[in-house]
């Protein structure tokens, strides 16, 4: 199960926040931008492949529903067209 709408709500939420007590020099400041930044990117980056997946699973379970539903009432009717043409 993929909780779409979570994934979807924080999709651009950091993956692991680092906590990093920003300092007084630029320096430091710099690198816990930075730092969060990546953290961002990763957590965009795996949320979306996340929601990918659960939109490409979705699609494929329906279709195979779909298919299913179409071929379910002629087995019965395919069973016996091939008993009769197999004695034939």
């Given at each position: 199960m993929f909780s779409?709408?979570?994934l979807a709500r924080t999709l651009f939420a950091p993956w692991?926040?680092?906590?990093n007590?920003?300092?007084?020099?630029a320096s430091t400041r710099l690198q816990v931008l930075g730092d969060n930044l990546i953290s961002r990117l990763v957590g965009f980056v795996v949320r979306l492949v996340v929601?990918?997946?659960a939109g490409l699973s979705t699609i494929l379970l329906t279709l195979g529903t779909i298919i299913?539903?179409?071929v379910w009432p002629v087995l019965p009717v395919a069973a016996?067209?091939?008993?009769v043409w197999?004695?034939?």
């Open positions: 779409v709408g979570l692991r926040r680092l906590t007590v920003p300092g007084t020099g929601l990918l997946t299913e539903i179409i016996v067209v091939c008993i197999g004695l034939v």
